[in-house]
């Protein structure tokens, strides 16, 4: 890739469009879930595979399932995309929404 269009590539990936929102983590084997936010879903799932497979993710609970049933028996789901803007409550409806989920789910903390 030469300069020119290295630089084109890296503008396009900043100015790409980033949505947030709360996605769950739900294990068919023992019907477990887990639910949490994040404020880009597009980079989520390959970030929850790699700290899974290599034993380093920070809910024990999860850790444990994902070692005990793989996997495969996993699923990713977005539940829902929240707009939010900068500023000192960035974040903060999205950690609501979350909230709502678990209690609605019956789920877990990520």
Known sequence: M?????R???AAWKE?????GV????????????????PDLATLRNRLAFTLDQGTHPEPGL?????AQGRDAFAF???????????PLA?????????????RLGAGRL
């Open 63 to 67: 850790q444990r399932a994902w070692r």
């Open 23 to 38: 996605y769950r983590l739900h294990c068919a084997a023992t019907g477990e879930s887990w639910v949490g936010h994040w």
């Open 77 to 87: 789901e977005v539940l829902e995309v929240v707009e939010e803007g900068a500023g």
């Open 8 to 10: 084109a590539a890296v």
């Open 91 to 103: 974040g903060r409806p999205r950690a609501e929404r979350a909230a709502a989920w678990r209690e």
């Open 16 to 20: 790409r469009k980033v949505a947030g």
């Open 2 to 6: 030469d300069h020119a269009a290295r």
